[in-house]
């Protein structure tokens, strides 16, 4: 199955893999025909309309809207929902069967899909200390004379009978194209012991991926539906939600969207949220949440922090945060459209709740003195989550088939509004020492390309230390190294047209590199894709370099009989050459420094068109060192150790190589959230 990537690399081939609906990686590599996903590969132009927010759609096509009802009993830590899906058939095709997601029953025992991969590296437990799980009670097609359904659905994922998240529904009549059908659901569910992103830890609950969920359809009428597996996120159609939750009256409630009304009974609370055109809803119930509340920049957005007592420092931080993220993404990728956004810190024990998105509610995370060791990782968790409300939220890509869609392009606007921020430290600050985040990135994006293409379903990585190296750290790198070569305004500009353009739509990879295309060049372009596809990677050194007084060419010049004056000797009076290498099959444009004896600097630009070249040399001394790319611009250079060559009797030391300061940036990768 890994062999097939390796020597197929390729948008189509990538593409036909996100097509397959089957949840093992052995099926993820079966590819289509190429010849039947080409004209699927070539967007549109998008054009200059989509740098500003004017030509931005407003509302997204409603597919699956959800009014739902929960009740909560943070006792024994279980739910009953009820309510009923309104959905459409957008596609162009038939449809006679759904697709059902049940996340929840990937914590149901030790044998579900989800359970059985193992952490390996990424974020996460390997095993579960209080088992959760959902059972359907009724789902009734109102439009199909209200007859429940279920006891007529598979009872477990495609072709494997040990997982229950990936349910097929066989309806009785076809939906046609455009025609919409109503389906009354109801359901008990048990929450786990909190584990990956939801469950509780006493009171604390955090209710994530817990209500029967219809798969996307896609528009040539095929469901993207696959088994709850630990690497990989999700993938749904926009709607309304509404929905109504139900607890005790002592618990303080955060969720998806406006708060529209509460009502009061004997001991209880129900509380009523709506949110139009997003497509996931996830809710935190406690009784010890502490809540700080502010408006964005523009006031436009009301802001919630749910935190635990003792984390008001974070609270602060991440208030701040999000309200420099609203305004520096929105700039960026298009104004973040709704009018609540809250933000959720789980309380200690509770991590695994923590550093989660969805849609107007993220969760952040860390411990209560994090703000005060001068690591910025309160910050960046926080912008992190912020940042999928477009990548993801907004521009709803495949989290299954394209991890890097979401998380590599996020982690990417991540360190650059960081940076934005922070210059220079949008890591940590500590003292003198400054690191930024896309030195942090560095070392596992290059240590790990090798291992897989960035570009590729996310059960296809081998462990969750590829996933987490290649899906987050190398697309950031990727992108962060074009924004150094290209200028960051271009790159900013080219994602920018790209979320704008493709706002509450699930685009590809083939629509991203078409932006690409567009704004930052054919050359950039075909870079990104090799990078991303191809496991294509770089690295410059200086092979060699000399350099000699120059002298008069000796010999007979011209007629011998008559010979001409003999030529001047080279300007310089300095000469000689610089040989350059570029290992690797990707190509940036390069600086490089000329150091003479005298303490001149010559700065020449290097094409590295061929992988091997010879640069001349003259100067007015002797050359003693030759440095490429001295600001370090190509984060995806392999080894910054061959970048720079001087010869015995120079004074340059380590500073012109700034190699001791990557070294230590290397040393702190681990502090990144
Ligand atoms: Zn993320």
Not at 110 to 128: I, M, Y
Not at 427 to 442: C, F, H, N, Q
Not at 559 to 585: C, E, F, I, N, Y
Request: aromatic share 10%.
């Amino acid at each position: 199955m890994r062999r097939l990537f390796e020597i197929t690399a390729g948008l189509g081939i990538a593409w036909a893999a996100a097509r397959a609906t089957q949840p093992s990686s052995a099926a993820l590599a079966a590819p289509e025909p190429l010849a039947a996903i080409a004209p699927t590969t070539i967007p549109a132009p998008v054009g200059a309309a989509y740098d500003d927010d004017a030509a931005m759609t407003g509302h997204p096509e409603a597919v699956a809207g959800y009014t739902l009802r929960a009740s909560l009993d943070p006792a024994k830590h279980t739910l009953h929902g009820e309510g009923r899906i309104l959905w459409k058939n957008a596609s162009r095709a038939a449809v006679s069967e759904l697709w059902v997601h049940l996340y929840l029953n990937g914590f149901k025992n030790d044998k579900t899909l989800f359970q059985r991969v193992p952490v390996d590296g990424f974020r996460g437990t390997d095993s579960v200390t209080g088992f959760g799980h959902i059972t359907v009670k009724r789902f009734a097609v109102r439009e199909m004379e209200g007859q429940d359904l279920w006891p007529g659905a598979d009872k477990t994922s495609p072709g494997d009978p040990d997982d229950e998240t990936d349910i097929r529904v066989p309806l009785p009549r076809a939906v046609e194209p455009g025609a919409s059908i109503t389906v009354d659901v109801a359901w008990d569910e048990q929450l786990p012991a909190l584990t990956f992103r939801t469950g509780f830890l006493d009171g604390f609950h955090f209710v994530g991926q817990w209500f029967p969920k219809i798969a996307r359809l896609e528009p040539d009428g095929h469901f993207t539906h696959f088994a709850f597996h630990h690497l990989s996120e999700f993938y749904s159609d926009f709607g309304a939600y509404d929905v109504t939750i139900d607890t005790p009256d002592t618990m303080v409630v955060g969720a998806t969207g406006r708060l529209e009304g509460e009502v009061r009974t004997s001991g209880r609370i129900e509380r009523r949220y709506v949110q139009e055109d997003v497509h996931d809803f996830a809710f935190t119930a406690w009784d010890g949440f502490r809540e700080l509340t502010g408006k964005s920049d523009d006031g436009k957005v009301a802001l919630r922090c749910l935190y635990p007592a003792g984390h008001e420092r974070s609270a602060e931080i991440e208030m701040e945060t999000v309200r420099f993220g609203l305004g520096y993404f929105g700039k960026a990728y298009g104004r973040y459209p709704y009018e609540t956004l809250t933000m959720v810190h789980p309380p200690e024990g509770a991590t695994e709740a923590g550093g989660m998105e969805y849609p107007t509610l993220i969760t952040t995370g860390g411990a209560w003195y994090e703000p005060f060791t001068g690591a910025h990782t309160v910050d960046t968790v926080t912008i992190h989550e912020l940042g999928h409300e477009w990548f993801y939220g907004l521009v709803a890509t495949d989290e299954h088939a394209f991890p890097f869609l979401d998380e590599g392009l996020n982690s990417y606007a991540e360190a650059d509004s960081m940076e934005a921020r922070f210059p220079g430290s949008s890591a940590v600050k500590w003292g003198s020492t400054e690191v930024s985040l896309w030195a942090i990135g560095r070392p596992g994006s290059i240590e790990r390309a090798p291992n897989a293409p960035v570009a590729q379903p996310s059960p296809s990585f081998a462990t969750g230390g590829d996933y987490g190296s290649l899906v987050y750290q190398r697309t950031a790198s990727i992108l962060g190294t074009l924004a150094n070569v290209y200028g960051e305004a271009t790159v900013r500009r080219a994602i920018g047209r790209y979320t704008r353009r493709y706002r509450f739509e699930h685009p590809g990879p083939a629509e991203l590199l078409g932006v690409f295309d567009e704004v930052v060049g054919h050359e950039a372009a075909e870079t990104l894709r090799a990078a991303l596809f191809d496991r294509a990677s770089v690295d410059y050194l200086v092979a060699s370099f000399e350099s000699e007084l120059s002298e008069a060419p000796r010999g007979i010049f011209g007629d011998p009989a008559h010979p001409s004056p003999t030529p001047a000797a080279a300007p310089g009076p300095w000469s000689g050459d610089v040989l350059l290498r570029r290992r690797g099959a990707l190509r940036f444009p390069v600086d490089v420094e000329l150091h003479e004896e005298d303490g001149t600097i010559q700065r020449v630009r290097w094409e590295a068109r061929a992988p091997a070249e010879r640069l001349p040399y003259t100067g007015k001394s002797r050359l003693v060192a030759v440095v490429i790319d001295p600001e370090h611009r190509i984060l995806l250079d392999e080894n910054l150790g061959n970048n720079a060559k001087r010869d015995g009797k120079s004074t340059l030391g380590g500073a012109v190589l700034e190699r001791a300061l990557y070294g230590a940036e290397a040393a702190l990768w681990g502090l990144q959230p």
